[in-house]
Nanobody, 118 residues
């Protein structure tokens, strides 16, 4: 059973940058893609970005396109989310996901908190 472990969250001022990492272990079969979701206080979890395993095709939510970049290191089975020009509204718990996000998720990480101060 796959396990996803996130790291890299923290506190940053508006306009700053952070990079999140998600290491995957225990895949029985390769999943189609991996991605990131986030959940702000009092809001539903929402899709942020995804990257396909084979071709590295990427997809982004409109709210982060042009500011966030998802990438992968297949040798390490790790996915990254580089977040630039952060805004207070990006404050949320960020979750790594595997499967075929955003349409289907078969495993979630434990989440890492990102706080952007104004």
């Amino acid at each position: 059973q796959v396990q996803l472990v996130e790291s890299g969250g923290g506190l940053v001022q508006a306009g700053g940058s952070l990079r999140l990492s998600c290491a995957a272990t225990g895949h029985t079969f390769p999943t189609a893609a991996m991605g990131w979701f986030r959940q702000a206080p009092g809001k539903e979890r929402e899709f942020v970005a995804a990257i396909s395993r084979v071709y590295g095709t990427t997809a982004y939510a409109d709210s982060v396109r042009g500011r966030f970049t998802i990438s992968k290191d297949s040798a390490k089975d790790t996915v990254y989310l580089q977040m630039n020009s952060l805004k207070p509204e990006d404050t949320a718990v960020y979750y790594c996901a595997s499967g075929d996000p955003p349409a289907a998720v078969d495993a979630w990480g434990q989440g890492t908190l990102v706080t952007v101060s104004s």
